[in-house]
């Protein structure tokens, strides 16, 4: 059974770093390509940030580039997301997902969706 | 950015309804284009994928369709468990982004 279990949220004020984890199981990590993305309270889906198999592409949001770094340990099957220079408006639900490819033909980099989350961690930046 | 606009925000619909929600991207996406369905403290869960292929697993009476820059997921006839929100994501180019979701509430 997949599972990814994140870890590491809390409370932290303005300004300050907090490091979360994505423990995963039940599948071949080192294959996957992975994902943070996050929800603020009551608020919609946003997407954080992106880590392919072998950790040589990297993407993120333009809202945490520059202050939030994605990692990962293909031997330890784990996930990270350090986050630095914290704001108020970071403050949300942090899941990390899975990417599933249905399609390895043509324009393959597109054709994927997001197939399997963990539960979360919550984050909440306050004074 | 390619910025994905759903509609309605939030609609009330009844046990039976046929409900269409709307998804609208800034440029054209062609059909890379998901659609996911949240319920209150769960984590979302993937419905359709390519604009209209359905997640296996998934009831039938969800449906997808639409290319380019609309896109329509389709519920036949709600059922009790189908109150939720739903977000639709475009996966064509980085960053991806998600709509802001469409909360269908009991009428």
């Known amino acids: 059974e997949v599972q990814l279990v994140e870890s590491g949220g809390g409370l932290v004020q303005p300004g300050g770093s907090l490091r979360l984890s994505c423990a995963a199981s039940?599948?071949?990590?080192?294959?996957?390509?992975m994902n943070w993305v996050r929800q603020a309270p009551g608020k919609g889906l946003e997407w954080v940030s992106y880590?392919?198999?072998?950790?040589?592409?990297?993407y993120y949001a333009a809202s945490v580039k520059g202050r939030f770094t994605i990692s990962r340990d293909n031997a330890k099957n784990s996930l990270y997301l350090q986050m630095n220079s914290l704001r108020d408006e970071d403050t949300a639900v942090y899941y990390c997902?899975?990417?599933?490819?249905?399609?390895?033909?043509?324009?393959?980099?597109?054709?994927?969706?997001?197939?399997?989350w963990g539960q979360g961690t919550l984050v909440t930046v306050s004074s | 950015d390619i910025q994905m606009t759903q509609s309605p925000s939030s609609l009330s619909a009844s046990v039976g309804d046929r409900v269409t929600i709307t998804c609208r991207a800034s440029?054209?996406?062609?059909?890379?284009l998901n659609w996911y369905q949240q319920k209150p403290g769960k984590t979302p869960k993937l419905l359709i994928y390519?604009?209209?292929s359905l997640q296996s697993g998934v009831p039938s009476r969800f449906s997808g369709s639409g290319s380019g820059t609309d896109f329509t997921l389709t519920i036949s006839s709600l059922q009790p468990e189908d109150f939720a929100t739903y977000y639709c994501?475009?996966?064509?180019?980085?960053?991806?982004?998600f709509g802001q979701g469409t909360k269908v509430e009991i009428k």
């Open positions: 880590i392919s198999s072998s950790s040589s592409t990297i």
């Open positions: 997902a899975r990417t599933y490819y249905y399609d390895s033909s043509g324009y393959y980099e597109a054709k994927y969706y997001f197939d399997y």
């Open positions: 994501q475009q996966s064509y180019s980085t960053p991806q982004t």
């Open positions: 039940g599948f071949t990590f080192r294959s996957y390509t």
């Open positions: 390519a604009a209209s």
């Open positions: 440029q054209t996406i062609g059909t890379y």
